[in-house]
């Protein structure tokens, strides 16, 4: 009686996932790095080239004005010895007020370049997610995995959807 329970049992179990079974084998999945178009995508390489143009002047700045301050320090230890002690006082106070100033400006130039990086970083994300949506509609995918831990080439759809940027990349800038 018990192995006939038993075997009933299992008969019932097994019955029961033959539906989820056939199920899991229709499902069509895929799976992408999203580092990698986050990284390779053209509209990352265009981002990065905006962020760089756009703080360029700022940089230069930055670096004169530290020039500028080198130049002024090594004045100071070259002719410190024959400057009258006020005159000494005084280019040392400047120095250190300058040093200051480019202390608080770099600090300036650091958090505006780290917004407006998360900014971009932001909009490309959304580009990205959005490419592979698009593309996992058009491709039947049930499921898209990001970045998994091990996954077979033949369900790998990061080179396609990083075609597809570059095809929206090549069709963005005509009018």
């Not at 199920?23 to 986050?38: D, P, W, Y």
């Not at 509209?43 to 301050?69: I, P, T, V």
């Not at 009258?84 to 200051?100: H, I, P, V």
């Not at 077979?152 to 396609?160: E, K």
Request: charged share 25%.
């Amino acid at each position: 009686m018990r192995i006939k329970t038993t075997t009933l049992a299992l008969l019932v179990i097994a019955a029961s996932a033959a539906p989820f079974g056939a199920a899991l084998a229709e499902t069509k999945v895929g799976v992408v790095n999203i580092t990698r178009l986050l990284q390779e995508s053209p509209q990352a390489q265009a981002a990065s080239q905006a962020l760089e143009n756009e703080f360029a002047g700022r940089r230069r700045e930055l670096e004169n004005q530290q020039k500028d301050l080198k130049a002024k320090e090594d004045r100071l230890q070259k002719d410190g010895a024959v400057m009258a002690a006020n005159e000494r006082a005084s280019t040392e106070k400047a120095l250190r007020d300058g040093q200051r100033e480019l202390a608080r400006k770099q600090n300036e130039f650091m958090e505006d370049l780290n917004v407006r990086r998360n900014e971009a970083l932001g909009q490309l994300q959304r580009a990205v997610l959005q490419e592979v949506q698009s593309y996992a509609k058009g491709a039947g995918l049930d499921v898209v995995v990001a970045d998994p831990l091990y996954a077979s080439p033949s369900v790998d759809i990061t080179n396609q959807v990083l075609a597809a940027l570059q095809a929206r990349k090549g069709t963005a800038g005509k009018p």
